[in-house]
């Protein structure tokens, strides 16, 4: 299916289920086009079935469903640019999606965040070697090479808004240049002077608070998700004379006033409660108050929440000559550096290392923790809550010494310095040292082991590289999916009873139309990969994933039957599309009881789905097995 042209495709399979006028929505799952017609009459399924990459046409629970194969995804990709019926761009049906809201939210920021990671990184870096430049006295703050350099270091984050309001909009699917405009209001010098004068501010008579947007991360976010409703809304109701510069005139007169009284009083008000919360405090238990800065202070910076603390620092810097607030800040970002350093060294993932490994030396060097926090530790989860566990308790023998900063600087081990002459010097290193410890050894020990982006060159069969061979994982998982004889042993994702694949309850996959493989009624929820490979589809609803070998065999693991439709609901994935997995690694958690009271049958389905190029697919799986048992043997 290699040689399918998929625009054709696409075009094709419209024209001949009647057109788009006759399709009310397109969604997709692992290998179908999922079509809802207002007339399937219209539909000529001989038609479709005949179009080269189609391999069957099925229509159920109100669908008609086109069959397409792990190549799905680019049919639909093609769909949404011929046709206005798709509704995600920035890879939506690939992302992964958590069983919960949280995890939803951090898949959100994460996926937000990546094409500007490594742009961050450099940035960070030079921020980094600039402050180095400085403390060496290398070179003078005051000189006008370094305001060039540091313009060109602080630019990316002062406006970060706007950047993210680029692939903010393409994940939401909304006008990117509307995005951009709504982005600089917010970061708009006179907004910035009128939020820094501290006087009131109004807006049509209505009172507005104002909050420092520079930097922040939330707001735009929030406000780009809103515009893309709102311009979806205008765009139907509005006269196709006036639409083109109607609907982002009206989206930038409403979004920018909305989010400035909505977005900045919010935030303002839950800051300065925060601010008020752990000054009170610091006046009773100056070590609980510790803990809660070095824990939580990335997290009040993720949502903006920091800059009801950052006029008290500074207030405290201006009337007293220290502040000691900034005391637990070394432990709560030098953790998260940390944790980002043990991902460096512990991943197997070239790129995650890469990002991990700068963006730790420019958190170590400069405090500049968005690479390591947005590209690292959160899409993994567990070295963000190491890096927590180490700011609490680092930040508490910090604050319990009395230590702060005399100076306002970015706290880093290049600003160890400004902590010298107030407090305890000595229990500020110890803290420090005690944060960066717990968060680097929790995550090295403990954290995510990624797989290798590229095989082993070690072992090879006849001069082409062979996957890694992964450890077992099971009593009976095996060390390796190939063998030197041409045979992988494609194994048993899930432990459970196997069925023949006839007797799964879905024609598609029961008729062998996507290829030949077994069914699996689990025993529990985690699901382990088959072989060693390429992910190369991963479900944004996390029941289904597609993945390559290193010698051309394609398993599709598929969880449960038509759990499509539970939108993710119960599902957590643990791999993304295009990362390395080795035979037995954990790639998705299912709850059985969530599938179980919404009706759905369990079975996990296992196929090879490019079958017919290859020579032989052979089940070999029966009664109960353990997850890594055999379950296909395939002969390419």
Request: proline residues 5%; charged residues 15%.
């Given at each position: 299916?290699?040689?399918?042209?998929?625009?054709?495709?696409?075009?094709?399979?419209?024209?001949?289920?009647?057109?788009?006028?006759?399709?009310?929505?397109?969604?997709?799952?692992?290998?179908?086009?999922?079509?809802?017609?207002?007339?399937?009459?219209?539909?000529?399924?001989?038609?479709?079935?005949?179009?080269?990459?189609?391999?069957?046409?099925?229509?159920?629970?109100?669908?008609?469903?086109?069959?397409?194969?792990?190549?799905?995804?680019?049919?639909?990709?093609?769909?949404?640019?011929?046709?206005?019926?798709?509704?995600?761009r920035l890879a939506g049906a690939d992302a992964p999606a958590g069983g919960n809201i949280f995890n939803r939210f951090i898949d959100l920021i994460s996926s937000i965040f990546q094409p500007v990671l490594w742009p961050l990184a450099g940035a960070g870096l030079l921020k980094a070697f600039l402050s180095m430049a400085t403390q060496f006295g290398w070179l003078a703050a005051e000189s006008q090479t370094?305001?060039?350099?540091?313009?060109?270091?602080?630019?990316?984050?002062?406006?970060?808004?706007?950047?993210?309001?680029?692939?903010?909009?393409?994940?939401?699917?909304?006008?990117?240049?509307?995005?951009?405009?709504?982005?600089?209001?917010?970061?708009?010098?006179?907004?910035?002077?009128?939020?820094?004068?501290?006087?009131?501010?109004?807006?049509?008579?209505?009172?507005?608070?104002?909050?420092?947007?520079?930097?922040?991360?939330?707001?735009?976010?929030?406000?780009?998700?809103?515009?893309?409703?709102?311009?979806?809304?205008?765009?139907?109701?509005?006269?196709?004379?006036?639409?083109?510069?109607?609907?982002?005139?009206?989206?930038?007169?409403?979004?920018?006033?909305?989010?400035?009284?909505?977005?900045?009083?919010?935030?303002?008000?839950?800051?300065?409660?925060?601010?008020?919360?752990?000054?009170?405090?610091?006046?009773?238990?100056?070590?609980?108050?510790?803990?809660?800065?070095?824990?939580?202070?990335?997290?009040?910076?993720?949502?903006?929440?920091?800059?009801?603390?950052?006029?008290?620092?500074?207030?405290?810097?201006?009337?007293?000559?220290?502040?000691?607030?900034?005391?637990?800040?070394?432990?709560?970002?030098?953790?998260?550096?940390?944790?980002?350093?043990?991902?460096?060294?512990?991943?197997?993932?070239?790129?995650?290392?890469?990002?991990?490994?700068?963006?730790?030396?420019?958190?170590?060097?400069?405090?500049?923790?968005?690479?390591?926090?947005?590209?690292?530790?959160?899409?993994?989860k567990k070295p963000f809550y190491f890096g927590i566990a180490g700011g609490v308790v680092g930040g508490a023998i910090a604050a319990a010494g009395g230590s702060a900063a005399n100076a306002f600087v970015f706290p880093s081990l290049l600003a160890l310095p400004a902590y010298t002459a107030v407090g305890n010097f000595t229990l500020q290193l110890i803290g420090t040292a005690v944060a960066v410890a717990?968060?680097?050894?929790?995550?090295?020990?403990?954290?995510?082991?990624?797989?290798?982006?590229?095989?082993?060159?070690?072992?090879?069969?006849?001069?082409?590289?062979?996957?890694?061979?992964?450890?077992?994982?099971?009593?009976?998982?095996?060390?390796?999916?190939?063998?030197?004889?041409?045979?992988?042993?494609?194994?048993?994702?899930?432990?459970?009873?196997?069925?023949?694949?006839?007797?799964?309850?879905?024609?598609?996959?029961?008729?062998?139309?996507?290829?030949?493989?077994?069914?699996?009624?689990?025993?529990?929820?985690?699901?382990?990969?088959?072989?060693?490979?390429?992910?190369?589809?991963?479900?944004?609803?996390?029941?289904?994933?597609?993945?390559?070998?290193?010698?051309?065999?394609?398993?599709?693991?598929?969880?449960?039957?038509?759990?499509?439709?539970?939108?993710?609901?119960?599902?957590?994935?643990?791999?993304?599309?295009?990362?390395?997995?080795?035979?037995?690694?954990?790639?998705?958690?299912?709850?059985?009881?969530?599938?179980?009271?919404?009706?759905?049958?369990?079975?996990?389905?296992?196929?090879?789905?490019?079958?017919?190029?290859?020579?032989?697919?052979?089940?070999?799986?029966?009664?109960?097995?353990?997850?890594?048992?055999?379950?296909?043997?395939?002969?390419?």
């Open positions: 299916m290699g040689s399918v042209n998929y625009r054709t495709l696409a075009e094709d399979i419209l024209q001949e289920v009647g057109g788009e006028q006759n399709v009310t929505s397109a969604t997709h799952c692992a290998t179908r086009l999922r079509l809802k017609l207002r007339d399937e009459s219209k539909a000529d399924k001989a038609a479709i079935e005949k179009l080269p990459g189609v391999i069957t046409v099925m229509q159920a629970g109100g669908q008609y469903q086109v069959v397409i194969g792990n190549n799905v995804p680019t049919v639909y990709a093609e769909l949404g640019k011929i046709s206005k019926l798709t509704d995600d370094y305001v060039i350099l540091a313009a060109a270091a602080d630019a990316l984050f002062y406006f970060l808004p706007m950047f993210l309001a680029i692939t903010a909009a393409k994940r939401f699917r909304t006008n990117q240049f509307t995005s951009m405009a709504i982005a600089g209001a917010l970061v708009y010098p006179s907004i910035i002077a009128l939020a820094a004068t501290g006087e009131p501010v109004a807006f049509a008579g209505l009172p507005v608070v104002l909050m420092n947007y520079t930097s922040s991360v939330i707001p735009i976010i929030v406000a780009v998700w809103l515009q893309s409703h709102l311009e979806r809304f205008l765009a139907k109701v509005l006269p196709d004379a006036i639409r083109n510069f109607s609907v982002p005139l009206l989206t930038i007169l409403v979004m920018v006033p909305l989010v400035l009284m909505t977005v900045g009083p919010v935030t303002t008000y839950a800051a300065q409660g925060i601010s008020s919360g752990v000054n009170a405090i610091f006046g009773i238990a100056p070590w609980l108050a510790g803990a809660i800065l070095g824990g939580f202070w990335q997290v009040f910076v993720l949502f903006g929440l920091h800059w009801g603390l950052v006029p008290v620092m500074v207030n405290d810097l201006t009337t007293q000559g220290y502040s000691l607030l900034t005391g637990p800040l070394l432990a709560a970002v030098l953790s998260q550096a940390a944790a980002a350093l043990a991902v460096a060294i512990r991943s197997h993932s070239d790129a995650r290392r890469e990002v991990a490994a700068t963006g730790s030396l420019s958190g170590f060097l400069a405090g500049i923790t968005e690479p390591v926090i947005y590209g690292v530790n959160l899409p993994l717990i968060a680097f050894t929790l995550t090295f020990f403990f954290g995510p082991r990624e797989s290798a982006d590229a095989v082993s060159p070690a072992a090879t069969t006849g001069g082409a590289p062979v996957p890694a061979v992964p450890g077992a994982t099971s009593g009976a998982a095996q060390a390796s999916t190939a063998t030197l004889t041409g045979v992988v042993d494609v194994l048993s994702p899930v432990a459970g009873r196997a069925v023949p694949l006839a007797d799964v309850q879905d024609k598609v996959f029961s008729s062998g139309a996507m290829g030949q493989g077994v069914g699996i009624v689990p025993s529990d929820g985690r699901i382990y990969s088959p072989i060693t490979g390429t992910v190369q589809v991963a479900m944004k609803t996390g029941h289904a994933y597609g993945i390559k070998s290193a010698e051309g065999v394609e398993a599709l693991v598929h969880i449960g039957i038509d759990t499509v439709k539970l939108g993710g609901r119960g599902f957590t994935a643990e791999v993304t599309r295009g990362q390395q997995v080795r035979a037995g690694d954990l790639i998705a958690v299912v709850d059985p009881d969530v599938v179980a009271e919404a009706g759905y049958d369990l079975t996990t389905v296992l196929v090879v789905t490019n079958t017919k190029e290859l020579t032989a697919v052979v089940p070999v799986a029966s009664g109960t097995v353990a997850h890594g048992d055999p379950a296909l043997t395939v002969q390419v």
